[in-house]
């Protein structure tokens, strides 16, 4: 198998040559200007929309920062700039009523349809296939297409005010966001990537942010509506869902909407051996391997040992092995060492 075959096989719950590897579910650059998953050589890449034009300035401003500073993901502080994104104000500058909020939204939400933003991204999916590679995109947004950029938009305490006290203006605002990530789904699903990354931090280590109920209410019907237009362009198209953290409470949810697969399945937050048993093949698994201080602070042979582990309890079908936590510190050697040990393991 190639790796495009190898991780269609593996996220549809069958059981490939070897179980797959990826980096993360975003292009990685860890060590140097290099693609990190080129540079392993693993079985997943990545398409982006292209950034918008006017950001020059910013951009010579991270280039001109010295190597050892650290300003994390490059690709989403742009995202940051291009919605204006100041957190430092928006408590003090939230739009307070619905036409206030429909004015800012619109300054607010990116174009992503101009032809310039995403005419580049069948070329680039067809030249990744023709290397065997599976290739995976994701929606311009901000942190997440729904719960994490509404929160952003509105500050975190007076979202969460919003969703019990004014649920017109949370209805109004999702539906923008999820007009955006419709666009976006059936661009990315034309374009002919394998894998739609769908985004949103809707839980902590304890549980999700909000209850159940009232992420059914909100969020549910949005995430169905995206993933229906995706498929309508692209039946075959996987589906792939993040969140932190542990939001075990909306599995069930999430397989009836169509998610193929979950990730990061953190070991210190949900219990991947559970959900298999749940869930069998019906949700595959795109994570699972070590803490945050595995990968900052743990040894080679630690992560050798946790990939031993996970394809030992989990089984080789329905898994894609990659890091539960980014490795923006994490050593070369223990990520080395965790694409060795799914080689020589899976």
Known sequence: ????????????????????????FFPQSLFSSEDADELFQTDVRFVQFAPPPGQDRFLEYLESLPPGVHVGSRTQL?????????PERIATHAPRGLQALADHVTQLLPRITATRRHAHLAQHVQRLHAQ??????????????LFEAAWRMRGFSLFMKDLLKQPELVDYLLDQLAALAVESAELLAEAGVDVLLLDD???????????PEMWRRFFKPR?????EAGRRSAPDMLVFYHSDGDFTAVLAD??????????????????????????GGRMAMWGTVGTAWAWDRGTPTQLREEVRGRIRSLGRAGLLLSPAYDLDFAPRDNVAAFVQAVRDFG
């Open 223 to 227: 995430l169905a509506q995206i993933i």
């Open 78 to 86: 742009q995202t940051y700039h291009e919605w204006d994104y100041r």
């Open 1 to 24: 198998m190639d790796s495009l075959e190898r991780v269609r096989t593996a996220l549809v719950g069958e059981r490939p040559d070897r179980v797959p590897c990826a980096l993360g």
């Open 254 to 279: 999430l397989a009836e909407i169509g998610c193929n697969v979950i990730n990061p399945v953190a070991p210190d937050c949900m219990d991947a051996a559970a959900i298999r048993k749940t869930f």
């Open 201 to 211: 931090d809707v839980a902590g280590g304890r549980g999700l942010l909000i209850s």
């Open 132 to 145: 065997g590679l599976a290739v995976a995109g994701s929606p311009p947004h901000l942190g997440g297409e």
